[in-house]
């Protein structure tokens, strides 16, 4: 069954701690993408990587880092700078646009990160 | 600067009426519009979508309909269930610019009242 791994679904970090947060994939999609939710702001974009060893910071990249290493997978790193860090992450990954008629994203099932 | 948008952060509609979820959108260039649910503490799912060379794209209980020239669509339930309440996302596409992310609205929650 293809589809969207994101893990752990919670996850607890002290302050002035980095915390990495896995996504992978095994829909051979190209592009990535991280969000926040923080409630009533809907979903914020962090980063997002269209290609292999190629990402672009998002609307809210600060205290945030990536890596795409592997086409399956795109980590994100939440920093001891990003000052509210507390939120519910999602990963989302999708084709190229003019490989699908259907196109869209297809997200996991999220990371709650809480700081304690 | 929003570029979709989602006016009522909330609707509530008794079970079996039609619930109508709106969203606008600023830029003319978006061709390719989507609504996602949401529950809580899951990752949002496609709903239905539909291309700007439509106005109208029905799947079951759900309707998209998409006004061009007042930068409009909404999405009709009909009949409403429990089961739908959720937080539901509009979203958009446009394919230049070199960048075919989605826009994403801020949500509306729907709750449906047995």
């Known amino acids: 069954d293809g589809g969207i791994t994101q893990s752990p679904k919670y996850l607890f970090r002290k302050e002035g701690q980095n915390v990495t947060l896995s996504c992978e994939q095994n829909?051979?999609?190209?592009?990535m993408y991280w969000y926040r939710q923080d409630p009533g702001q809907g979903l914020r974009l962090i980063y997002y990587?269209?290609?292999?060893?190629?990402?672009q910071k998002g609307d809210i990249a600060e205290g945030y880092s990536v890596s795409r290493e592997k086409k399956e997978s795109f980590p994100l790193t939440v920093t001891s700078a990003q000052k509210n860090p507390t939120a519910f992450y999602l990963c989302?990954?999708?084709?190229?646009?003019?490989?699908?008629?259907?196109?869209?994203?297809?997200f996991g099932s999220g990371t709650r990160l809480t700081v304690v | 600067d929003q570029q979709v948008k989602q006016n009522s952060p909330s609707l509530s509609v008794q079970e079996g009426r039609i619930s109508i979820l709106n969203c606008d959108y600023t830029?003319?260039?978006?061709?390719?519009f989507l609504w996602y649910k949401k529950y809580p503490a899951e990752g949002p799912t496609f709903l239905i979508s539909?291309?700007?060379?439509?106005d109208k794209n029905e799947d079951g209980r759900f309707t998209v309909f998409l006004n061009k020239s007042a930068k409009h669509l909404s999405l009709h339930i009909v009949p409403s269930q429990p089961g739908d309440s959720a937080v539901y996302f509009c979203?958009?596409?446009?394919?230049?610019?070199?960048?075919?992310?989605?826009?994403f609205g801020k949500g509306t929650k729907l709750t449906v009242n047995p």
């Open positions: 989302a990954s999708s084709t190229q646009r003019e490989d699908s008629l259907n196109y869209g994203y297809t």
């Open positions: 829909l051979n999609h190209d592009a």
């Open positions: 979203a958009a596409s446009s394919t230049q610019g070199g960048s075919e992310k989605l826009v």
């Open positions: 990587s269209q290609i292999v060893n190629d990402f």
């Open positions: 539909i291309s700007s060379i439509k």
């Open positions: 830029n003319s260039m978006f061709d390719y």
